[in-house]
């Protein structure tokens, strides 16, 4: 069985300012990795993805997050974050053979200040 | 293109009255589905997913139950709802089988309040 950990609840950061926001998980088998966003009231959207190859995967709003199978990591990181980065994060995993389960942290809520 | 689509939106529903969840995808077949629910503080709870019509498989004992009547509808139900019931429920699908499409898509979920 997977899990997924999310240690911090909510994060504040400044305006264009730096952020990470931390992940980590535990399988006895290979997974593919996940973050996603969800805006209030919404459902949720893929941010990015780890499959295979390069542990540094990024997306097209500026977000990069890097797996790290020795720490057992994907930790999400943006080097300097907007107003509209204010959402929740999610971390997931699913094993990449077939029982197609995808398991979510408990979430992180990024709130960018002015 | 695939879409989700998830109905109600909002609910408001007595103690004690049953309920019924539809979602339903469009655009792919024999998808896996899906249903979730998210309360403060807990996450993405996995409560049901299908790889196919008739084959449920419950991850969380609990008041509500799942349907797969046909390849790309999926229903959550409840024959008396509880308070612990109320939550955002949020409908997804993937890909079976390649390495291509892996991730899961949600649909835009439905809030439901038990009173």
């Known amino acids: 069985a997977q899990s997924v950990t999310q240690l911090d609840s909510q994060v504040p950061v400044f305006e264009e300012a730096p952020v990470e926001l931390r992940c980590n998980y535990s399988s006895s088998v290979s997974v593919y990795l996940f973050w996603y966003v969800q805006y209030p009231n919404q459902g949720l959207q893929l941010l990015l993805k780890?499959?295979?190859?390069?542990?540094l995967v990024e997306s097209i709003n500026g977000f990069e997050a890097e797996f790290n199978k020795s720490q057992t990591s994907f930790h999400l990181r943006k080097p300097s974050v907007h107003i509209s980065d204010t959402a929740e994060y999610f971390c997931?995993?699913?094993?990449?053979?077939?029982?197609?389960?995808?398991?979510f942290g408990t979430g992180t809520r990024l709130k960018v200040l002015a | 293109s695939q879409t989700i689509h998830q109905w109600p939106a909002t609910l408001v529903q007595p103690v004690g009255s049953p309920l019924s969840l539809e979602c339903t995808v469009e655009?792919?077949?024999?998808?896996?589905l899906y249903w979730y629910r998210q309360a403060a503080g807990r996450g993405l709870q996995l409560l049901f997913y299908s790889v196919g019509i008739g084959q449920i498989s419950s991850e969380v004992p609990q008041n509500l139950s799942a349907s797969r009547p046909q390849d790309r509808q999926f229903i959550l139900s409840s024959k008396k709802l509880l308070l612990s019931d109320s939550g955002f429920y949020l409908c997804?699908?993937?890909?079976?089988?390649?390495?291509?499409?892996?991730?899961?898509?949600f649909g835009q979920g439905t809030r439901l309040t038990v009173v």
């Open positions: 780890y499959l295979s190859g390069s542990t």
């Open positions: 997931a995993v699913r094993d990449t053979s077939g029982t197609y389960k995808y398991i």
């Open positions: 655009g792919t077949s024999n998808p896996n």
């Open positions: 997804a699908w993937s890909v079976q089988g390649g390495r291509g499409n892996t991730e899961a898509f």
